[in-house]
């Protein structure tokens, strides 16, 4: 039997617009849309990284970015500093990472639920099959 690829799409589409609702939901505990959590958590992973590069790893536009950026300044979670040339680099300020390790223990209460349907193997071979479709399309 051939697999109906636009189901396919279309299944992918409905279980990544559950995850999100599910963990922006749960987010709002730690006091962030999971927009702002990815952001602190790019921000995290790659300290000094200008607002492009943290747009890309953010699926972002470059200007959607910097309007969240300036949000999370606003609140005194992600600080902005002068980097090479015209670059600007943005880093967690004490708050930000205090937010971002909340955001980690909801995400960490929330996922065995959103994925527990599926058993291990399940789990791991949509990872392998998920990880497969990303380096195809790099």
């Given at each position: 039997m051939t697999t109906d690829l636009e189901l396919l799409g279309q299944a992918l589409k409905r279980a990544q617009y559950r995850n999100h609702r599910?963990?922006?939901?749960?987010?709002?505990?730690?006091?962030?849309?999971?927009?702002?959590?990815?952001?602190l958590r790019a921000i995290d992973?790659?300290?000094?990284?200008?607002?492009?590069?943290?747009?890309?790893?953010?699926?972002?536009?470059?200007?959607?970015?910097?309007?969240?950026?300036g949000r999370?300044?606003?609140?005194?979670?992600?600080?902005?500093?002068p980097g090479r040339g015209r670059?600007?680099?943005?880093t967690l300020t004490e708050a930000g990472a205090d937010t971002l390790a909340a955001g980690r223990r909801v995400v960490a209460a929330e996922l065995p639920k959103l994925f527990a349907p599926l058993d291990e193997p399940q789990r791991a071979a949509l990872f392998q099959a998920l990880t497969a479709l990303q380096a195809a399309g790099a």
């Open positions: 599910t963990m922006d939901a749960a987010l709002q505990d730690a006091g962030v849309s999971l927009v702002q959590w990815d952001a992973q790659a300290p000094g990284a200008s607002a492009h590069e943290l747009a890309v790893a953010t699926f972002q536009s470059d200007q959607s970015f910097g309007t969240l950026a999370l300044i606003d609140r005194g979670l992600v600080a902005r500093a670059r600007v680099e943005h």
